[in-house]
């Protein structure tokens, strides 16, 4: 959840500026929840009949994304795919050694 906050540069309030400009406001991509993204967040839920309080939760995220079935991932929790990916080679070759050598030893 992505609270008012002027001070606190934030990558999530990042992500969710561009979604904003994706959705054509006119919103500085600085990371800032200033006052300014506080009324244009308060406009979007309105018009995408959300709850108006001003607070990008999960319903905000999924309706400025597009997609019902998706969250925002900061940069962060990127690496989970990669670590994934990984894996999945690690188990083919490790796949592949054991039928090499099991069964057409």
């Known amino acids: 959840m992505i609270k008012k906050n002027p001070f ?6 990042k992500a969710f500026q561009h979604q904003l400009v994706k ?3 006119t919103i500085a991509i600085d990371g800032i929840f200033s006052s300014e993204m506080d009324i244009i967040v308060r406009d979007f839920q309105a018009t995408y009949g959300l709850d108006v309080d001003g607070l990008v939760g999960a319903n905000t995220w999924r309706e400025g994304l597009g997609n019902k079935n998706t969250f925002v991932q900061p940069a962060s929790e990127f690496r989970g795919a990669w670590v994934a990916t990984v894996s999945h080679v690690i188990f083919f070759f490790i796949s592949f ?3 090499v050598f099991f069964f057409l030893a």
């Not at 606190?8 to 309030?13: F, G, L, M, S, T």
Request: hydrophobic residues 25%; positive net charge.
């Open 97 to 99: 050694y054991f039928y």
């Open 23 to 25: 959705h054509g406001y």
């Open 8 to 13: 606190k540069r934030n990558d999530a309030v």
